[in-house]
């Protein structure tokens, strides 16, 4: 099946800094990526549609400032979560949709200290 | 985006088959009905869609009944790597930017 890889797998921070998070989609095009967040032993909550070409479309109660996404090219998107505290740390999952599913990355585990 | 009811976790045993019912009451005439697995610190990976009566696939069964407002995934004779979290996700085509939008899945736990 289609193959979405996302980088960094893990990264820590310090409070204050942003991060940037990329989703690519390896062996198609993707116009369209979604990014969640999850939570220890909860599900997936879906933050922001990631639009090639246009800006992003977020989800209720996301800040849009905060979580800054650039669909820069039909197989990239990437995620910016911008002066991160420690609340924001999370499992971040990135997605794009193919003919009958959407595949997912691997997903990137963000800790900020 | 239909809404899904699932049994919040099940347990079972190495070898036995295991069914996983979802409630999605109002489904609409376009959804399909669509079975994620993930396994902890892990992006979900896709197991089985269907529409209506029955599929089947290597690793699983999906049973959908006529009015289609629940589904059942059956995996057969599971195994210890088995052990994850299952969501059950209804909505319209996956073409042209589909949004997912997960219910609290089942978290499955299966014992030696």
Known sequence: GAVVSQHPSRVICKSGTSVKIECRSLDFQATTM????QFPKQSLMLMATSNEGSKATYEQGVEKDKFLINHASLTLSTLTVTSAH???????????PGVNEQFFGPGTRLTVL | ???????????????QEVNITCSHNNIATNDYITWYQQFPSQGPRFIIQGYKTKVTNEVASLFIPADRKSSTLSLPRVSLSDTAVYYCLVGDSVT??????FGAGTR???KA
Do not use: N
């Not at chain 2, 985006?1 to 070898?15: R, V």
């Not at chain 2, 042209?96 to 939008?101: D, W």
């Open chain 2, 96 to 101: 042209g930017g589909f949004k997912t939008i």
């Open chain 1, 34 to 37: 979604f990014w969640y967040r």
């Open chain 2, 108 to 110: 499955l736990f299966v």
């Open chain 1, 86 to 96: 420690p609340e924001d740390s999370s499992f971040y999952i990135c997605s794009a």
């Open chain 2, 1 to 15: 985006l239909a809404k899904t009811t699932q049994p919040i976790s099940m347990d079972s045993y190495e070898g």
